[in-house]
């Protein structure tokens, strides 16, 4: 199957349901914005979707959309919900909680895609739309937004333990749930991870 589930992953965490990536078709698939805008909004909650109101929130048509959710649930990404109401449309869900896309094996196919373009000049955008709107209105950055990076020395065990208590964390706060009367609403806050090894520079 193009989507599996990981049985390592699933042993740390028997609540959480991995979806994993490895087939090189399904990886180039993904390396769109409005796919990955897609990806972002489904796998980052419960709900289901239908293709008119992701439509709505990523301006695109109806039926654009639904192009591209056939296209993700072709290659194991979403797949389709139960109906509510009087089920006339189609309604959209993850096809797990958490994705993972690529390994060992499909490394070359995940850098000779543009998936990793297309995601960083995403989350790039996603920065200076944040620092233009803080700017515009003449206040400082908002205190929630973090760019950080960190130079760890651990073992293969370590860089395990961290990856499943990152995890955990993310997990923790995917799953919240807020009062429709809480004085502060909930906005959606965009995390991407980079955790790679460092390799010698080619000669």
């Known amino acids: 199957m193009t989507a599996q589930q ?51 929130s990523f301006g695109l ?33 993850a096809a797990g909680e958490t994705l993972t896309v690529g390994d060992r094996t499909s490394a070359s196919d995940l850098v000779g895609s543009t998936l990793i373009d297309v995601t960083l000049n995403a989350t790039r955008d996603r920065i200076n739309r944040a620092l233009a709107q803080a700017e515009a209105s003449g206040g400082p950055a908002p205190t929630s937004l973090m760019l950080a990076s960190s130079k760890l020395k651990v073992t293969e065990a370590e860089a395990k333990e961290f990856t499943a208590e990152y995890h955990q964390l993310v997990e923790r706060y995917r799953k919240l749930t807020h009062s429709p009367d809480a004085a502060e609403k909930p906005k959606p806050m965009y995390l991407t991870t980079i955790f790679v090894p460092e390799v010698d520079p080619p000669k």
Do not use: C
Request: proline share 4%; net charge negative; no cysteine.
């Open 61 to 93: 048509t109806p039926s654009a959309m639904s192009y591209h959710l056939r296209a993700l649930e072709k290659w194991g990404y979403v797949l389709r919900a139960a109906s509510a109401g009087d089920g006339r449309e189609r309604r959209w869900k």
């Open 6 to 56: 990981d049985p390592e992953q699933l042993s740390r965490d028997t609540e959480r349901s991995v979806v994993n990536i490895t087939d090189p078709q399904a990886i180039r698939a993904l390396a769109h914005k409005v796919r990955l805008d897609v990806i972002d909004e489904l796998f980052g909650s419960d709900e289901t979707y239908t293709a008119t109101e992701l439509a709505r």
